[in-house]
């Protein structure tokens, strides 16, 4: 079949489902231009690069190059992020699509987007930034189900999964054997995921239909058994992601709580007052961000489940060290929205900061 034939093809599947085949298809030209763009400013600056499409990055790439630039949006800048082991070179986003994508985690995309990459070049080149870091989550796993085989989520859609894209998957795992505390001879195995997550990580059943089990502990409450739609556990760079719109409140919430509140306690707060209702909102969304730098963690548990059984004392908090034992069948944890590994009964794990781990990207503020 013929190019052409192919495009055809693909373009009337596309028109099948209700998708914009000539939008898809410009979107797709301005990346490859912007890509173009960003190379041959390096090669005008004598600056000798490789271009690695995203799904093939591997640790050579990365033991190559003394800085990494990431092409595309936040979920780019994110797969690079996990498998980035070597705190000493920096890895900078460069936004490829400004008028698609947020690209939060990328340089500033109105001044600094791929196309203008030349401008970002000679601030870098003149030193003309500074250095900010990114706290990371490392996580261990031990119990049952640690040896499974991770799978990149893009590859779920397909009936066969191809692990083409995770054969470097090993390359920088640690497995270590640990003794139990009590001074018995059994040994058991201790697994360090090969990548940190940036943003966040995601504990639960693989169908969100399903209610996920299991018992959490940190480094500040007891184990307690809980059921809930799962858990979602972020460093300061994932607190304004998904943390943050979990857990954030809108200016009607506000308001129906202060009118609650005022039927319950006879007091009489300004339940009309847009100024104050604004003020007590942003005061407390604010408080649910927190630097990138900051070694800490912050969880939230996401629909629990609250009867005579189950009692949640609370439904998420700050911690620097928590411990998830899984009592599911068909879980998953997943790191960053990318990488899944299966979390079922037996497996436990335990997340941490990697302070030794923090990534080190630039700022131009």
């Known amino acids: 079949m013929t190019t052409t034939a192919l495009g055809l093809g693909f373009k009337y599947y596309l028109e099948s489902k209700d998708s914009d085949y000539f939008g898809l298809l410009e979107r797709h030209k301005n990346h490859y231009y912007a890509l173009d763009v960003v190379r041959k400013e390096l090669q005008k600056a004598n600056i000798e690069a490789r271009v690695v499409q995203r ?119 640690q497995v270590r054997v640990l003794k139990p505390s009590n001074g018995e001879k059994e040994t058991y195995p201790v697994r360090r995921l090969p990548c940190l997550a940036l943003n966040e990580v995601f504990v639960g059943e693989s169908l969100s239909s399903r209610v996920s089990y299991y018992e959490i502990a940190t480094d500040t409450t007891p184990k307690e058994k809980q059921k809930s739609s799962g858990v979602t556990i972020c460093t300061g760079t994932g607190s304004s992601s998904w943390h943050f719109h979990i857990n954030h409140l809108s200016s009607s919430a506000v308001g129906e709580i202060l009118n609650i509140a005022n039927q319950v306690s006879g007091c009489d707060f300004p339940v009309g007052d847009e100024a104050m209702t604004e003020e007590i909102m942003d005061t407390f969304n604010s408080s649910l961000r927190f630097d990138p730098s900051e070694p800490l963690m912050a969880y939230t548990i996401r629909d629990p489940i609250k009867n005579a059984v189950f009692h949640v004392e609370r439904t998420g908090s700050f911690a620097k060290k928590i411990t998830i034992r899984s009592r599911m069948w068909d879980a998953c944890l997943v790191v960053d929205g990318g990488m899944s590994f299966k979390f079922n009964d037996g497996a436990v794990a335990t997340f941490e900061i990697a302070e030794n781990n923090a990534l080190r990207t630039v700022t131009f503020d």
């Open 55 to 173: 799904f093939y990055l591997d640790r050579s790439a990365l033991d190559w190059a003394d800085v990494v630039f990431t092409a595309g949006g936040d979920g780019t800048y994110l797969l690079a992020a996990n498998k980035f082991v070597n705190t000493s070179k920096p890895l900078i986003g460069i936004n490829t699509d400004p008028d698609r994508s947020e690209g939060h985690l990328c340089l500033p995309k109105c001044e600094y987007n791929a196309v203008k990459f030349g401008d970002a070049l000679k601030r870098l080149l003149k030193g003309d930034f500074g250095w900010k870091w990114r706290q990371r989550i490392q996580v261990t796993m031990s119990g049952t189900h640690i040896n499974d085989d991770p799978i990149e989520l893009h590859d779920q859609q397909l009936i066969f999964p191809e692990h083409r894209f995770i054969e470097h998957i090993a390359e920088d795992e």
